[in-house]
């Protein structure tokens, strides 16, 4: 399991200067310590009121070649790998100052900011670090077949596929993402360009400041650098450095297991984004609802009169509200003290799909056996048909139980159960129950 962690900022300021891959301009960049939840900005101080983008994903403009922020019309691009160099390294909050609109390139990996981060050394602050830990798999497929899923896992780790055009220089590895192995194993890999893909790029007035200094160029089966490789699969490490740089963009630190394939920085930032929704929604509270009383609520003994069920079955806590002969809403509430969690499944809880469909029924039943003619009687289960499961139940949710009766014929009902948690549907079903004397 791992450790609780504090914030962390830088100690100082340290400053590079250097050109920029895309624009070309010359550029000094200073990192500075940040306060407690305050992530990771950028500051452009060459401008008049020098404004502040936040490195979040809703600030995302671009991500043709590189990752661009916008806050309303000022920009900066290029921005992956200095935000992949801090997280790396383990900085949460920080202040990055720049006097272009984009880092320098140095030499095309992220090496040259984790020794500016060295230069001004790293403290620990009076605040926890916010860890979003995955419980369930989150999946992303692209139509240009980019493949991101992250599945639970106790620690950071990617593993990364790169698929080159037509194939080429097709290269996998994997990593737990630590300080010590981001700055021996990540941030050296310099970036990589096709041959030809650098014309249509120069025709977009992009890397204007690239060379065999910066990048590695492949055309054909060669490869072209200045220096030799640092790693026989160099570019799928440095996928995995901008794919660091682009999920931090969800503004979370992620405790889980990245499993990719030929990602990219539009599908990088596109998975942030639903890490994003997927936190917000695991976060949320549960919908405020106005709970009816008298006669349209049945508290727990009221609900068992009418059900024969009992402890460990009963799946219906209250009945909180009716629309008319034909529809009404049951609450039950997860705890992990359901006799169920201990097998389904150790150290993974969640609630049986088949549970959830009890439930349904269970609330189905009451709407019925309210009425008339069905009173004194019992809910025999006859069959379920267009079963869905949508989203895993676990403890500490709050499960709607919502019912819609279709129809009856003689002892036969038909009905709809739908559950819901956090306003998301998790399953559903149709019902068939047979309705007899007790």
């Known amino acids: 399991m791992a450790a609780i962690q504090q914030q962390r900022t830088l100690a100082a300021s340290a400053s590079l200067a250097g050109t920029s891959l895309h624009t070309g301009q010359s550029v000094t ?65 920080a202040l990055i100052e720049m006097d272009a609109n984009e880092p320098p390139i140095g030499d095309g990996s992220a090496l040259p900011y984790v020794q500016c981060i060295h230069k001004a050394g790293i403290v620990e602050q009076d605040a926890l670090r916010e860890v979003f830990e995955i419980r369930e798999p989150i999946h992303l497929e692209t139509r240009t077949g980019s493949i991101l899923t992250v599945v ?79 790693f026989e699969d160099e570019f799928v490490r440095h996928k995995i450095l901008d794919i660091i740089g682009d999920l931090a963009l969800s503004g979370k630190r992620l405790m889980g297991h990245v499993i990719a394939v030929k990602p990219g920085h539009g599908p990088n930032t596109e998975f942030a984004r639903r890490l994003v929704q997927e936190y917000q929604s695991l976060r949320a509270m549960v919908p405020p609802m106005e709970i009816p009383t008298g ?13 024969p069920h009992r402890y460990p079955f009963l799946m219906v806590d209250r009945i909180v509200g009716f629309e008319g002969e034909n529809k009404c809403t049951g609450v039950k509430s997860v705890t992990i003290n359901e006799p169920y969690f201990q097998g389904h499944f150790p150290g993974h809880p969640i609630m049986p799909g088949v549970l959830q469909l009890e439930a349904m029924a269970q609330v189905a039943s009451i709407m019925v056996l309210r009425r008339p003619e069905f009173q004194g009687m019992i809910g025999y289960f006859m069959s379920a048909d267009n079963v869905k499961f949508r989203r895993p139940v676990m403890p500490g949710d709050m499960l709607f139980i919502e019912g819609e009766l279709i129809k009856t014929r003689s002892s036969i009902a038909v009905a709809r159960g739908r559950c819901v948690v956090n306003n998301e549907t998790v399953s559903e079903a149709d019902l068939k129950f047979s309705l007899v004397p007790r």
């Not at 009221?302 to 059900?307: A, D, I, N, Q």
């Open 152 to 230: 639970p896992d106790k620690s950071f780790r990617i593993s990364c596929t790169q698929v080159g055009n037509d194939g080429r220089f097709t290269q996998f590895n994997s990593f737990e993402i630590t300080p010590e192995t981001y700055q021996k194993e990540i941030a050296p890999a310099r970036t990589f360009v096709f041959y030809e893909d650098v014309e249509p790029l120069l025709s977009k007035g992009l890397i204007k400041g690239g060379s065999l200094e910066n990048a590695i160029v492949i055309r054909g089966d060669s490869v072209m650098s200045k220096e030799p490789m640092r």
């Open 29 to 93: 960049l200073t990192m500075k310590p940040a306060p407690v939840d305050h992530g990771i900005k950028f500051r452009r101080t060459d401008l008049d009121d020098q404004p502040f983008i936040p490195a979040r994903v809703d600030r995302v403009q671009m991500v043709e070649r590189a990752t661009t922020l916008a806050e309303g019309s000022v920009k900066v691009h290029t921005v992956e790998h200095v935000i992949s160099a801090l997280v790396g390294m383990g900085v949460d909050n």
């Open 295 to 307: 006669e349209a609520v049945l508290d727990i003994n009221e609900v068992m009169r009418l059900l």
